[in-house]
Nanobody
Framework: QVQLVESGGGSVQAGGSLRLSCAAS????????MAWFRQAPGKDREGVAS????????YYADSVKGRFTISQDNTKNTLYLQMDSLNSDDTAIYYC?????????????????????WGQGTQVTVSS
């Protein structure tokens, strides 16, 4: 099994930065793809960024490309999401997710159904 615990959310003004962390534990073969999703009020959950632990290939949604950076620290089993130039559209609950199957993204889509393990989520609020 896999356990994921997010931290680092909070409130920030537009233009500011936050770094989210996801502490992962459990079988490594069940989390070869690691990802961040988010869900804004009244909207569907959407993929933000993913990382393939095998070779470090990263994927970003167009809405965050150039502003967000996904990274990992294998020694600490921790996934990060550095979020810069935040705006009100980034307000959401952010979830860490893991999958044991590759590829991490299919046809440019991060499918929720692909990811078997989820954290509890952390709130990010951006005020303008």
């Amino acid at each position: 099994q896999v356990q994921l615990v997010e931290s680092g959310g909070g409130s920030v003004q537009a233009g500011g930065s936050l770094r989210l962390s996801c502490a992962a534990s459990g079988d490594t073969y069940r989390r070869i793809c690691m990802a961040w999703f988010r869900q804004a009020p009244g909207k569907d959950r959407e993929g933000v960024a993913s990382l393939y632990r095998g070779d470090g290939i990263k994927y970003y949604a167009d809405s965050v490309k150039g502003r967000f950076t996904i990274s990992q620290d294998n020694t600490k089993n921790t996934l990060y999401l550095q979020m810069d130039s935040l705006n009100s559209d980034d307000t959401a609950i952010y979830y860490c997710a893991a999958s044991g199957s590759w590829p991490c993204v299919v046809g440019g889509v991060m499918a929720m159904t692909k990811y078997n393990y989820w954290g509890q989520g952390t709130q990010v609020t951006v005020s303008s």
